[in-house]
Nanobody, 123 residues
């Protein structure tokens, strides 16, 4: 496991969580980083991504306005702030380091993955 995702938990609808993706081996200091999620019985899907500088971001349509991705390169950490959580946000959330420095949304453009952190949103 190259990356360490944390911050998941059990929350109520409307609550917030902040996920963290730590990079102890410095695999993404010059790379874009993305968050993906996989709900039970569904395929893994793109959530958000940020370029290596932290100046460009991309979000899946259903997350726009609710989720914010950011990074602190001095701490080798990427964050996903999730607000107004909905039951349909329930999933295991994964962070991944991209092959390049620019934002990409396709999973096959990501090289290193974390182990995932479970987010459960109750109605």
């Amino acid at each position: 496991v190259q990356l360490q995702a944390s911050g998941g938990g059990f929350v109520q609808a409307g609550d917030s969580l902040r996920l963290s993706c730590a990079d102890p081996r410095r695999t993404f200091s010059n790379n874009a980083v993305g968050w993906f999620r996989q709900a039970s019985g569904k395929e893994r899907e793109f959530v958000a991504a940020i370029d290596w500088r932290g100046s460009t971001t991309s979000y899946a349509d259903s997350m726009k306005g609710r989720f914010t991705i950011s990074r602190d390169n001095a701490k080798n950490t990427v964050y996903l702030q999730m607000n107004n959580l909905k039951p349909e946000d329930t999933a295991v959330y994964y962070c991944a380091s991209a092959l390049g420095s620019s934002v990409v949304t396709s999973m096959n453009r990501y090289r290193y993955w974390g182990q995932g952190t479970l987010v459960t949103v109750s109605s």
